[in-house]
């Protein structure tokens, strides 16, 4: 396996919006791979495809029960709310609070492109929508809650 250069702030890249994926084969799993490699390395418990520089829809997470990797992922229900501090491996030090919602579920494929429904709440729930927030082009920064 091998790691890969996450792209920081301020990069063109982490604000666009990624492309479906069509094609479940090999370099899509190599990606996926590359990507846990990566988060791992770096510490996280989350980190999507436009981090690493390639613009389609995937993201992967790990929040303490296992890695899951989400491709063409769609928020399909939100409840509650939670105020809670974020960073993300693009933005390194720097921490937010933001709102999220306390749970999700998620509609998705698995890297063969079978059918995955994933639900998160508290920390899971953050780092789904923090993830697929990437997918579109939005960073944490953007959700931050302003200061009084």
Do not use: W
Request: glycine residues 8%; charged residues 30%; neutral net charge.
């Amino acid at each position: 396996m091998a790691t890969r250069n996450i792209l920081k702030y301020g990069d063109p890249a982490l604000k666009k919006i990624s492309r479906t994926v069509l094609n479940f084969d090999e370099r899509l799993a190599q990606t996926l791979d590359d990507m846990r490699d990566t988060m791992y390395e770096a510490e996280g418990c989350g980190l999507a495809a436009p981090q690493i520089g390639v613009l389609r829809r995937y993201c992967i997470i790990d929040v303490g029960d296992g890695i899951i990797e989400l491709v063409n992922p769609v928020i399909i229900e939100k409840e509650g709310v939670q105020y809670e501090s974020e960073g993300c491996l693009s933005v390194p030090g720097n921490y937010k609070t933001t709102k999220r919602p306390m749970k999700v579920k998620v509609r998705a494929q698995d890297r063969h492109g079978n059918k995955i429904i994933v639900e998160g709440e508290g920390l899971k729930a953050r780092a789904l929508c923090h993830e697929i927030d990437h997918l579109d082009g939005i960073l944490f920064l953007d959700r931050a809650i302003k200061e009084q």
